[in-house]
């Protein structure tokens, strides 16, 4: 193993010089060792925080193009990219519930890696989040804007940012409510889904008969569009997954971050299984997969209009309607939460520090207000700075994954030694499945040097990554954490 992956371990998100804390209990207890930030997040809110946060404007929306270009083997390309998903989720869960922190993933990357690692997983996951508030403010303007012909886009998309900034600054208990309403209308919207379009498999569904394998094997087959298509669906698929981090996140402000882990964590398998895979394999078995509605309104909107649901293309823009303020809101929320745990540790500017009511309000004015600037940018250059904005962005969350792998390879070994008693969640099969994840994040990225769309992103993504690794490195030799 190389020197660089096991230098000294730093404190875990401790606060700014001259902050004070509002709690110390271990690091492994209910709050977490010299936070200032509030733990008003109840385990209810942390459930359908997990439960709902698996279910993205992505899914959604995005999987009409994955379903487009691979045809029924979306289905194997969300398993597949599903598996990988649970790894990952498994190996932040260990880590998290061992070490609950704020900063997630980015905290972790530091102790086991170094300071330029956490800096680098920290702020290119920042950058991410900040770009996708703009993406969902826009897409979420657009439907309105459809609903109320004439009126600005521009107006929407500030009313927007107003309430979700607003309601990041309040309390964390009124961001944890807001999750959970949302969460619970998205889980509500997919079981229905769910529901209606199993009983429109068996044929049981009054008015629909059961279409059998018809558009699973004859549509062109399961394959229609070989390997390649197989290959953007499953890049299509692993955008999809994005976002699920935010769990371990909002865990540090819970009543008890290691039970709210490591139960977020233990239930990934069957969330990814039904909301995802489960979804998919219903949609290409009642639907052809070269359908243009598929793609023109999205694969649920779709099917609703075959199933014969009166309105199903508005009934789905409220849903993703839905799915786009909850992602708005929870991107907020963990970007400022991102940018806190890196100033805390001396890794940003020493301003956004400032914690008043156990709330980091200038860290998320920060973010809603770079989110905000993302939107003028696609409204002045969309073809030019904001199109290299998602070009940037588009292969982060395959880094922030990497990082994950190696963090938990070596802090594994360490807890293993100094702290066994905190390994309450434990990845399967460790070393082995690491280094297959590990391994999987390298294929995916492979696959996207073979797609023109995918390398232009990849080389984005690379340039910011390098740049902040310099960075990172360049403070750390200074001194300067």
């Known amino acids: 193993m190389s020197r660089t992956l096991t230098p000294p371990s730093p404190p875990s998100d401790s606060p700014p010089a001259g902050s004070r804390s509002t709690g110390s209990g271990p690091a492994d207890g209910p709050r977490q060792q010299g936070s200032p930030l509030s733990n008003g997040l109840k385990q209810r809110h942390l459930s359908m925080i997990a439960l709902g946060g698996v279910i993205g404007a992505g899914l959604f929306v995005g999987s009409g193009a994955g379903i487009a270009a691979a045809g029924p083997s979306i289905v194997l390309a969300y398993a597949v990219s599903g598996l990988l998903v649970m790894f990952v989720m498994r190996m932040l869960g260990e880590m998290s519930a061992a070490n609950p922190a704020s900063g997630s993933f980015s905290v972790h990357a530091d102790?086991?890696?170094?300071?330029?690692?956490?800096f680098t997983a920290g702020w290119m996951f920042w950058t991410l989040l900040v770009v996708g508030v703009a993406i969902e403010a826009i897409g979420a303007a657009h439907i309105l804007q459809g609903w109320f012909p004439g009126t600005p886009s521009w107006l929407w998309v500030l009313t927007l940012m107003a309430v979700f900034c607003g309601s990041n600054l309040g309390s964390v208990s009124r961001f944890g409510e807001f999750e959970f309403w949302f969460a619970a209308l998205k889980i509500g919207a997919i079981a229905l889904f769910l529901g209606l379009g199993v009983l429109a498999v068996l044929g049981v569904l009054p008015g629909s008969d059961s279409p059998g394998t018809a558009h699973l094997l004859h549509d062109g087959g399961f394959l229609p569009n070989g390997m390649d298509g197989l290959m953007i669906g499953l890049l299509a698929s692993v955008a999809a997954y994005g976002g699920l981090e935010t769990v371990t996140i909002a865990a540090a402000e819970s009543e008890n971050p290691v039970r709210g882990v490591a139960k977020a964590v233990r239930t990934t398998?069957?969330?990814?299984?039904?909301?995802?895979?489960?979804?998919?394999?219903?949609?290409?078995?009642l639907i052809p997969w070269n359908d243009g509605a598929v793609t023109e309104h999205g694969p649920y909107a779709a099917v609703l209009e075959r199933l014969g649901v009166p309105g199903g293309g508005q009934i789905m823009n409220a849903v993703v309607l839905v799915a786009l303020l909850s992602a708005m809101n929870a991107n907020i929320y963990g970007s400022s939460r991102m940018a806190y745990s890196l100033v805390s540790r001396g890794q940003g500017p020493a301003f956004l520090g400032k914690v008043s009511g156990g709330i980091p309000r200038r860290a998320v004015l920060a973010s809603s207000a770079f989110g905000f600037f993302a939107v003028l940018l696609s409204f002045w250059w969309p073809t030019t700075v904001f199109a290299w904005l998602l070009n940037m962005v588009g292969g982060v969350v395959l880094v922030v994954w990497g990082f994950i792998a190696v963090s938990q390879l070596v802090l594994r070994r360490r807890l293993e030694r100094e702290a066994p008693e905190k390994l309450v969640v434990r990845m399967w099969g460790f070393p082995y499945l690491t280094w297959v994840t590990l391994a999987g994040v390298a294929g995916v990225l492979v696959l996207m040097t073979l797609d023109a769309g995918t390398r232009v992103q990849l080389y984005f993504t690379g340039g910011l990554a390098l740049a902040l690794a310099v960075v990172g490195r360049l403070r750390q030799r200074t001194g300067r954490r």
């Open 111 to 118: 102790r086991a890696i170094g300071p330029w690692a956490g």
């Open 269 to 285: 398998m069957w969330r990814i299984g039904i909301v995802y895979v489960g979804s998919m394999l219903v949609i290409v078995t």
